[in-house]
């Protein structure tokens, strides 16, 4: 039966593959790349350097195939609709991709970015083409380290507090407003620096903010919100300015008045 490892492969630094990562790579036919448009050339790249890195040549096989579109004009009660139909998308496209390229006895590979089962649609995707029940396959995940990871080690600082809980949420979510009972917030794919909201009041609030984590192009900025983020804001266009694209995360980390939640566990 064909196999399928899906394996992630940290934020972006080739050192952070786990020997787990490195075992799976090098027992992989066929590895199957998306392609997302000249803009972001980069991230496919960064995928050969780390089989270049830990490979031999002419033992594996590259395919490569373009990543539709997702609608990002759709909001509201359309946002979820939309990631729906471009999830199908690549469902199609991965279908075809295994069922086309891979032998009966192969086994094939996805790298994800950062860790599989963190804000990644593979594993839904690769249940959604079993249930449709058109071509057979097992397959496997290998955690890596997430931008999360990579964030607060870059930053040194962890992700919760004494006794505190953590959330991690979205750009969207957190223009709801700030999640309650939670003061240590990570915020991934905000395309719109939703932070910003909470830079003026009076609120205690410091940020620790990365972008291209793990890349040459890594920048890290953090401290007292309300005067970081005119800073991160400025970084964040020149980036973008200079690549056409960005991806960042951040860590918010509330100070209540009165409440002693320093520490780490």
Do not use: C
Request: overall charge negative; hydrophobic content about 40%.
């Amino acid at each position: 039966m064909r196999k399928i490892h899906v394996i992630g492969i940290g934020a972006g630094d080739p050192d952070q593959l786990t020997l787990q990562a490195v075992k799976a790579l090098r027992s992989t036919d066929v590895f199957f790349i998306l392609d997302k448009g000249e803009l972001k050339s980069d991230l496919v790249q960064l995928r050969h350097d780390i089989l270049d890195a830990h490979l031999t040549e002419g033992a594996y096989r590259t395919v490569e195939a373009r990543d539709p579109e997702r609608d990002r004009a759709a909001g509201g009660a359309g946002y979820s609709p939309a990631v729906g139909d471009w999830r199908s998308a690549r469902a199609d496209i991965y279908e075809r991709l295994i069922a086309e390229e891979l032998g009966e006895n192969e086994s094939g590979a996805f790298l994800v970015w950062g860790d599989p089962s963190l804000y990644d649609s593979t594993l839904g995707i690769l249940e959604e083409i079993l249930d449709r029940g058109e071509v057979a396959f097992d397959y496997d995940v290998v955690p890596g380290i997430s931008s999360v990871s990579s964030l607060v080690a870059r930053h040194r600082t962890g992700l919760n507090r004494v006794a505190r809980p953590v959330q991690i949420t979205t750009g969207r979510r957190l223009a709801e407003g700030f999640p309650e009972g939670v003061d240590d917030v990570v915020v991934m794919l905000d395309a719109h620096q939703t932070f910003q909201r909470y830079a003026g009041g009076d609120q205690d609030i410091d940020i620790y903010w990365g972008a291209y984590l793990g890349t040459p192009d890594e920048i890290l900025a953090s401290g007292p919100l309300a005067e970081t983020a005119p800073r991160i804001a400025e970084l964040r266009a020149q980036a973008r300015e200079r690549k056409g694209w960005i991806m960042d995360t951040y860590l918010l980390r509330r100070h209540p008045r009165g409440q002693d939640v320093s520490g780490s566990d």
